[in-house]
């Protein structure tokens, strides 16, 4: 990566920064900061290494990219929105009744797999799409954005179990150490030690980025994607409100939305090195053979009617058996 295109993600992280900022404040909700620590590793991803087609979300061998910690929405919707699928003006949507920009990505969006909000689910699915690559034999790979402060769920430890016992070196989670979380600082803060031991007990590979806002750094990270028999965690040591010097590594800011004094201010800062992504070459994904016969997303369900109450167990239950038996890709 020649210093020229690492001084344009560099710009293209602070334009985020601004999209953020800018749609937050039009919609009164919402979580600048926390957007502000993940937006240079959003735009070193999207511009700069993952392999899609940005015409074309749903394309099959498009990288996949999980925004696990969902309040990050408008980071997401701004990175969409400089990759041209629609138009930035749409941002100010945010929120808004008839707008699909809401608080958290949800399917309803072509750019969107899963609805995540509920912290600590990421990363299970990422396995799961993960696994699918293997099963279609494709090779996109999938990245999932955690927060550090998701760590502490249960759950996430039992998809990295399986990622690692499955050697799914397809599957790259990158965890945004911002040390703050909503009303405390985290259990472990920048700490980043304790997370690697934790990810390698679990047999992946760890990759300390001990500055997150580092794009050269994250990139060269980002260039071992692949490498081994190992599923890939990034540890990026960031900074809560990264960029603006009165959020930055602040208290109290969690969830908290600027006013558009602060908001004008905020910009002032990142302006001056903000550039749009308009013309910006974004990495084409292979054109490997479509996988055949896969049972359809939407695949309907016949076995109940609407007002019906089942157990949730036992309808869980009865979907997996249908998808078996019209998957041949399923293996009993």
Request: proline share 6%.
């Given at each position: ?217 994250i990139l060269e990270v980002l260039s071992g994607v692949g490498l081994g028999d190992k599923p890939l965690v990034i540890l990026a040591k960031t900074y809560k409100g990264a960029g603006v010097s009165f959020l930055q590594d602040k208290d109290s800011w969690h969830g908290k939305p600027l006013s ?73």
């Amino acid at each position: 990566m020649i210093e020229t295109n690492i001084e344009i993600l560099k710009g293209i992280a602070n334009q985020l920064r601004i999209h953020s900022i800018t749609a937050t404040t039009a919609a009164g909700s919402g979580h600048p900061t926390s957007c502000l620590s993940a937006a240079d590793v959003a735009a070193a991803l999207f511009f700069g290494h993952m392999r899609y087609d940005p015409k074309n979300p749903h394309y099959y061998n498009n990288d996949r990219f999980i925004l696990s910690k969902g309040h990050v929405a408008p980071l997401l919707y701004a990175a969409w929105a400089e990759a041209g699928l629609f138009p930035v003006e749409d941002l100010l949507k945010l929120r808004t009744i008839g707008s699909d920009l809401e608080g958290h990505p949800t399917p309803r969006l072509s750019f969107v797999d899963v609805a995540t909000g509920s912290l600590g689910q990421g990363l299970g699915v990422g396995v799961g799409m993960a696994l699918c690559a293997r099963l279609d034999n494709l090779d996109y790979r999938t990245y999932v954005l955690m927060g550090d402060g998701e760590l502490a769920e249960g759950a996430v430890w039992e998809a990295a179990s399986l990622a690692g016992v499955c050697k799914l070196n397809n599957l790259i989670a990158v965890v945004d150490v911002n040390r703050l979380g909503q009303s405390q600082a985290t259990a472990f803060g920048h700490d980043i030690g304790i997370y690697r031991k934790r990810f390698e007990a679990f047999g992946w590979r760890v990759e300390d980025l001990v500055d997150g806002h580092d794009i050269e750094e994250i990139l060269e990270v980002l260039s071992g994607v692949g490498l081994g028999d190992k599923p890939l965690v990034i540890l990026a040591k960031t900074y809560k409100g990264a960029g603006v010097s009165f959020l930055q590594d602040k208290d109290s800011w969690h969830g908290k939305p600027l006013s558009k004094d602060e908001a004008a201010k905020a910009i002032a800062e990142l302006l001056p090195s903000a550039k749009s992504a308009a013309g910006v070459a974004i990495p084409a994904p292979s054109q490997l053979p479509a996988p055949q016969n896969a049972a359809p997303a939407s695949y309907p369900p016949t076995t109940y009617k609407p007002g019906d109450s089942v157990a949730t167990r036992e309808a869980y239950g009865n979907a997996l058996v249908r998808i078996g038996e019209v998957d041949p890709r399923i293996v009993a």
